[in-house]
């Protein structure tokens, strides 16, 4: 049984570039999480996609939106890179588009690098 | 709102002596809790989460958490560290009135001298 997998592994951008980040959720699991996680920092949660909604997003601009697919795998697109937006970028996957006593797997992240 | 504090940001041990990783976090209503673990460049894998059933839970290579309401803490303690242990530790709260926004301490770095 897959787990959760995310592509590319790393990525070199340029300022004012876009990027497209690609997950696929464990089998199983209807629900995909985003989170940043900053050099030496813990992950900041960015959205959370389920049945091809966002249904809930955390403190980030509207540079960084997603979308989710039909089964079940999500992109995240950040536009206007900056340097800040340097940093690992975590997908989880949860099942039954449940709350919070789900458990969220993650895959091994996008290291995003921006120069 | 919902937020966790890990007291340490770096703890070290000796192998084979007792790991003690300390964290509190404040919610308004009964928390979803988790510890997850990264090791270097890896994604988070957890090692234990608390759902308001036993306080006591144990996880995966022999790690265990106390839920203690009354201190508003979640340790995670193991008896004795192995050089594998060596990693990144996060505190979790779950944001269980909404739809499980993960909510992540600032992490605590385990060092084990063999």
């Known amino acids: 049984d897959a787990g959760v997998t995310q592509s590319p592994t790393h990525l070199i951008k340029t300022r004012g570039q876009q990027v497209t980040l690609r997950c696929s959720p464990k089998s199983g699991h209807d629900t995909v999480s985003w989170y940043q996680q900053a050099l030496g920092q813990g992950p900041q949660f960015i959205f959370q996609y389920y049945e091809e909604e966002e249904r809930q997003r955390g403190n980030f601009p509207d540079r960084f939106s997603g979308h989710q697919f039909p089964n079940y795998s999500s992109e995240l697109n950040v536009n206007a890179l900056l340097l800040g937006d340097s940093a690992l970028y975590l997908c989880?996957?949860?099942?039954?588009?449940?709350?919070?006593?789900?458990?969220?797997?993650f895959g091994p992240g996008t290291r995003l690098l921006v120069l | 709102a919902q937020s966790v504090t890990q007291l340490d940001s770096h703890v070290s041990v000796s192998e084979g002596t007792p790991v003690l990783l300390r964290c509190n976090y404040s919610?308004?209503?009964?928390?979803?809790l988790f510890w997850y673990v990264q090791h270097p460049n890896k994604g988070l894998q957890l090692l234990l989460k608390?759902?308001?059933?036993?306080?006591l839970v144990k996880g995966i290579n022999g790690f265990e958490a106390e839920f203690k309401k009354s201190e508003t803490s979640f340790h995670l303690t193991k008896p004795s560290a192995h050089m594998s242990d060596a990693a990144e530790y996060f505190c979790v709260v779950s944001d269980s009135q909404g739809w499980g926004k993960l909510i992540f301490g600032q992490g605590t770095e385990l060092s084990v001298k063999p």
């Open positions: 989880a996957s949860s099942s039954k588009g449940a709350g919070g006593t789900e458990t969220q797997y």
């Open positions: 919610s308004s209503y009964s928390p979803s």
């Open positions: 608390y759902t308001s059933a036993a306080t």
